[in-house]
């Protein structure tokens, strides 16, 4: 019998849609228009306008700063934010090659960049310290935030974080993404049948997918320059060795998980 290995079926499986998925970048623009309404605003950093939201009381003596995951954008935040802002100052930013914040023209997407850039920004903000809570790849980043700079980070909040192994099947897109031999042809397609049931796999309660959340997801993944990050950010994701890391932060760390069976 022919074998056929996951790169010739993942091949089979894109020649299958990529007539009908092949879609254009959208520019930066009508995408602010749409996406960067108020409280949102633009901050030069590593020479990127990046994309943020800075709510709630200035004197609040422990901020909390949101970081997204893989994928997503600040908005993964809304309900968060709109809960915690009478009280508390709230930060979140769109991690560059994601939602409205430029790509990373270095190309650097490693989780040591990331937790240096979050840094910096927090620099910007002229914020010293901060409770960071963190989701997926963001929590990832969070970790790397409290080990490499611990004055800066006063409690972890981790919610279905990465950074320590487990045995989970990686979802097939990611896969495809890095993949060396497919990636260029998926930065030029983005099958919306495949973005949507990736939201809905990220909700516990689907019936709480807005199409609002469903359409911004689509928009800011075709945002110029998103997908060939992705494909950037990928691979530098996945050599990463957290374990010591994780042992070494002392921090107090809320850490929130949902128990799957299959």
Do not use: C
């Not at 633009?42 to 800075?54: N, P, S, T």
């Not at 850039?117 to 790849?137: C, E, I, M, W, Y």
């Amino acid at each position: 019998m022919l074998e056929i290995g996951f790169t010739g079926l993942a091949l089979i499986a894109l020649g299958s849609v990529s007539a009908h998925a092949w879609t254009p970048d959208i520019p930066l623009d009508p995408l602010k228009v749409r996406w960067a309404k108020a409280p949102s605003k633009f901050i030069e950093l590593d020479g990127m306008q990046v994309h943020y939201r800075d709510e709630g009381p200035r004197d609040d003596p422990a901020p909390i700063l949101l970081l997204h995951g893989t994928g997503n954008s600040l908005h993964t935040w809304d309900a968060w934010a709109e809960q915690l802002k009478g009280k508390h100052r709230v930060i979140r930013f769109d991690r560059p090659g994601f939602g409205l914040t430029w790509p990373n023209p270095t190309g650097d997407y490693s989780m040591v960049y990331f937790a240096d850039f979050a840094q910096r920004f927090l620099d910007a903000l002229q914020v010293r310290k901060v409770t960071v809570a963190g989701n997926s790849a963001g929590g990832r980043v969070a970790l790397y935030l409290a080990s490499r700079h611990p004055e800066r980070v006063e409690k972890l909040v981790l919610i279905a974080s990465a950074g320590y192994p487990r045995n989970t099947p990686s979802q097939f897109a990611f896969r495809l993404m890095t993949s060396r031999w497919l990636a260029p042809i998926l930065t030029r397609i983005l099958p919306r049948g495949q973005v949507e049931a990736n939201v809905r796999n990220t909700y516990g309660d689907t019936t709480k997918v807005r199409q609002e959340v469903l359409d911004r997801s689509y928009e800011l993944t075709l945002r110029e320059g998103n997908r060939r990050a992705l494909v950037d950010n990928l691979p530098q994701a996945q050599d990463v060795h957290d374990q010591v890391l994780v042992k070494a932060i002392k921090v107090p760390a809320l850490i929130m998980w949902v128990a799957m069976t299959m």
